[in-house]
């Protein structure tokens, strides 16, 4: 069956009962039976002849749809019918101003009529897109799942088989249907001509009980949260003769609740079957056999038909294994905008992000998660092995962590609870923040809302230094804060090396101390860090430091006012080692491109522009430069032509590493293995150290693309994570770099400069200091585009000309950046007016409003 065959598929079914619901207000469902209780009954026929004339009325068009859905009989319809005429539909809980402004759907369905915005897409729609879903763990993200029409099916199939769903199942919907475990059981139940009670009521009303009884319910679904509820209302005493089978995903159950409910399934008659998905895998990715939960209450099971897992080595968690799966039913990739929605697959294994090992039995068990562990005062801190350590102390607790302090939100804390998770953590008591809270924030999924807890500690209106990190963001990179999420980082809306200084600079001054790895921060995480009073001065990144010092040695060495060579190449390494942080990363192929292709711009732009303004009034540079091209095409025998190499090279370098981790195979293998696959590009491009095949003369060989390798290497040092993957970049770096040059004061230089970048990640200076270099290393592409013009005007004057060359950068980089923020906020002004006054908000408003979309959700389905 395909997606476009819904409604031959619905009408196979014929007569039978498929969808039981409260009265719909929508004047197309007319033919429904009502029964005694004032619900209504559909046949597959009925809800066949709804879909049919849906897709009829959206047209034969293939659009982009988005639709707010609910557990009722419209929102069945819309979905089914958008499906049905060969749209994409993009599901969600509600249709915000933030995916409206992100994604422009052709046509909005947020009630009983659709808003037709367009007749025909704005969009390129790749053919296999069917759907759209929020991220697992997140609700409302502009970045979104993209699911293929066999991913769909392949999960619901499989699904069907394991629960053995046949058409005299009905299950009811305990869960939203814009949330990928809850549309599952939609999909598996009308794969398999089984029913469905939509309703929207929750565990803890009597009258959810009552329709279960009645309409003889055989199944429902239930996350950890569920199952919190189950044991408040008594569930444990409920007489359910129908009922067949609970699932349970969604987040981790712990193992005894697992054994408790899997043996009170076995006195009732009912099976509990754990499960374990993502939204990635389309919900679905193993379960656990209703006869091991007993004995193996910790495991996740066995995959689904269809699938496979393979457990692979992570260089920075020594023994654990990262869980992969492979299957069918794994996404097409991400979607962060509309261009995306024209990208085919991406993603050949999932990564799981969860640790996990494979028992004797054959089970796969979840030992931990990537990203769940945390490093506060240098102890690695597992955040799950403390929330199940609490558990097991009596306390329900969430833990997370703000980058030095542990956060723990417990609906029932009392004062032994800092010291229970002190011994659990090993961190001092002085580490741990403990927040009383009545109900542990979550998301409408029941899941735990992270970024919510971590803001528990955020400052509070009253803090004497307010600090807002999304307009700190707006500022440093030209964005509308409007569309600056919670969950952005620094990296994910568009941050490279050339804003990182600026950036880094003014966070600081936020916070008082910035944590190393902060451009991976989300902005809720970094305004939930409390300020720090500092003792000495300011952490100044070693990248920044290396920038600033560099230049000044380049511009001097250049005037004569001393002669200090080698900094250049330290400067390629140092710009390889930025490359490897900010355009190698989990993004997808496509937009990390992009990333880079702008960074590239943000150089080669000026360069060029400048290079063509001097050939006005000189022949200094030749139209070779302006194309950046002057190493390839020459002419090699001009001193001037030449002046610009490091530029021309460092653009050559990125857009090559850029080009080459677009390549699916390579991007795997680098995702695989990030530093051996960056080591293994340094030992590609060390055969130019020792082999130009005569590109260029000998002495012309360090200052041409040959010298590839001083990237690598700082490409490399990104990359390595441990003590003896420094050591190894190191052993490579002090065997390559002595007789390259033939100068070994220039050898000496290069080598101190890359051991910095590879063993120290920041020093603290005086905060003059650090501001300076600061400056110096973020106008440091312009001190070195200008110098060459400035220098010579200031004659023997050599301390005279440095300070001038220097002014001359800073003022140029100034000038752009000014450029660039009258471009961006005009770009706001004209998106303003045509979208309305929804932009202008701000984070806060955002923020309130999500809150109360959340509350409001998780009271109607979750409770």
């Known amino acids: 069956m395909t997606i476009h065959r819904i409604v031959a598929h619905l009408r196979h079914f014929d007569d039978r009962i498929a969808v039981l619901c409260s009265r719909s207000p929508s004047a197309a469902v007319t033919a429904a039976e009502s029964v005694p209780d ?116 392949a999960n619901a199939s499989s699904i069907a088989e394991y629960l053995s769903i046949g058409p005299e199942d009905r299950a009811a919907t305990t869960l939203p249907m814009f949330y990928c475990y809850g549309l599952s059981v939609v999909h598996s139940h009308l794969l398999r001509g089984a029913s469905l009670l939509l309703t929207e009521r929750s565990v803890v009303d009597d009258e959810f009980w009552d329709d279960v009884r009645v309409h003889r319910v055989t199944s429902f679904a239930a996350v950890p949260y569920t199952i919190d509820l189950l044991d408040r209302i008594g569930f444990d005493r409920m007489r359910l003769p129908d009922l067949r089978y609970i699932t349970q995903a969604g987040g981790r159950l712990a193992p005894e609740r697992v054994r408790a409910y899997a043996r009170l399934g076995q006195r009732a008659g009912w099976d509990f079957f754990v499960m374990y998905g993502q939204t990635e895998a389309t919900a679905r990715m193993a379960y656990l056999p209703p006869e091991l939960a007993g004995k193996h209450p910790d495991c996740i099971g066995v995959p689904i038909t269809g699938g496979r897992f393979t457990l692979e080595p992570i260089d920075d968690h020594g023994d654990a294994h990262e869980l992969v799966y492979h299957g069918p039913n794994v996404m097409m990739g991400y ?123 955020a400052p509070t209106p009253t803090d004497p230094m307010p600090r807002d990190i999304a307009a700190l963001y707006a500022v440093a990179l030209g964005l509308d804060p409007a569309l600056i999420r919670p969950d952005s980082t620094f990296v994910d809306l568009g941050g490279n090396s050339l804003s990182y200084v600026t950036t880094a600079a003014r966070l600081e001054r936020a916070l008082g101390r910035l944590p190393s790895d902060w451009p991976h921060r989300t902005v809720a995480e970094l305004s939930a860090i409390p300020r720090h009073p500092t003792i000495f001065g300011r952490s100044l990144d070693t990248g920044t430091l290396l920038r600033a010092v560099g230049i000044v040695l380049i511009a001097s060495s250049h005037i004569g006012l001393f002669i200090a060579w080698g900094a250049a190449h ?173 100068v070994i004061d220039r050898e000496r230089l290069v080598m101190a400069g890359l051991l910095l970048l590879i063993w120290l990640p920041a020093v603290r200076v005086p905060a003059l200091i650090a501001g300076a270099a600061a400056i110096l290393a973020d106008s440091s592409l312009f001190v070195y585009l200008l110098h060459w013009q400035v220098y010579p005007l200031f004659g023997q004057h050599h301390v005279l000309a440095l300070l001038a060359s220097l002014g001359a950068g800073v003022l140029g980089a100034r000038m752009v950046a000014g450029v660039r923020r009258l471009s961006a906020k005009r770009a706001i002004a004209k998106r303003s007016l045509l979208d309305g006054p929804h932009l202008g908000r701000g984070i806060l408003g955002q923020l309130r409003d999500q809150n109360v979309s959340r509350n409001r959700l998780a009271g109607k389905v979750i409770e």
């Open 570 to 742: 330290v400067l390629l390494g140092v710009a390889g080692f930025n490359f490897a942080r900010f355009a190698v990363t989990g993004s997808e192929r496509a937009e990390r491109l992009r990333h880079a292709l702008r960074t590239v711009a943000l150089i080669a732009v000026p360069t060029a522009g400048w290079v063509a303004l001097t050939l006005l009034f000189s022949d200094y540079y030749g139209w070779q430069n302006v194309l950046l091209l002057n190493k390839i095409l020459g002419p090699h025998d001009s001193d001037t032509a030449g002046h610009l190499w490091f530029i021309e090279v460092l653009v050559l370098f990125m857009i090559v590493a850029a080009l080459l981790i677009r390549v699916p195979f390579v991007d795997a293998l680098q995702r695989r293995e990030p530093f051996w696959f960056a080591l293994g590009v340094v030992a590609l491009t060390l055969v130019f150290r020792y082999q130009s095949f005569g590109l260029y003369p000998k002495a012309e060989v360090p200052f041409s693309p040959l010298a590839c390798w001083f990237f690598a290497l700082g490409w490399a040092a990104a990359k390595a994570t441990t003590i003896w993957q420094r050591l190894l970049v190191s052993a490579v770096l002090l065997v390559s770099v002595p007789g390259y040059f033939g």
């Open 335 to 457: 979607a962060t905008c509309p261009r995306d929605l024209a990208i085919g697959h991406t993603v050949d294994g999932l990564r799981t992000g969860d640790l996990a090992r494979r028992t004797p039995d054959g089970l796969y068990q979840v030992v931990g998660r990537r990203s769940r562990f945390a490093k506060i005062f240098g102890l690695r801190i597992d955040l799950q092995h403390v929330e199940s350590g609490l558990a097991a102390a009596g306390f329900t607790a969430c833990c997370t962590d703000t980058g030095d302090q542990l956060v723990i939100a417990a609906e029932n804390a009392d004062d032994s609870l800092t010291g229970t998770a002190a011994r659990l953590s090993g961190l001092p008591a002085a580490a741990i923040q403990a927040c009383a809270v009545d109900e542990i924030p979550r998301l409408p999924t029941g899941k735990p809302d992270y970024p919510a807890i971590r803001l528990l500690t």
């Open 38 to 153: 004032g619900s209504e009954r559909i046949t597959y026929a009925q809800l066949a002849a709804l879909v049919e004339e849906y897709a009829r009325q959206l047209g034969p068009n293939r659009r982009l749809v988005a639709l707010a859905a609910r557990n009722d009989i419209d929102s069945l319809v819309a979905y089914l019918g958008a499906l049905s005429a060969g749209c994409v539909v993009l599901l969600a809980a509600e249709i915000t101003n933030e995916l409206l402004a992100t994604y422009d759907p052709d046509v909005v369905i947020d009630g009983d009529t659709p808003e037709v915005r367009r007749a025909v897409s704005a969009h390129r729609l790749h053919p296999d897109l069917a759907l759209l879903l929020s991220t697992s763990g997140s609700t409302g993200s502009p970045k979104l799942v993209r699911l293929s029409a066999r991913n769909l099916l």
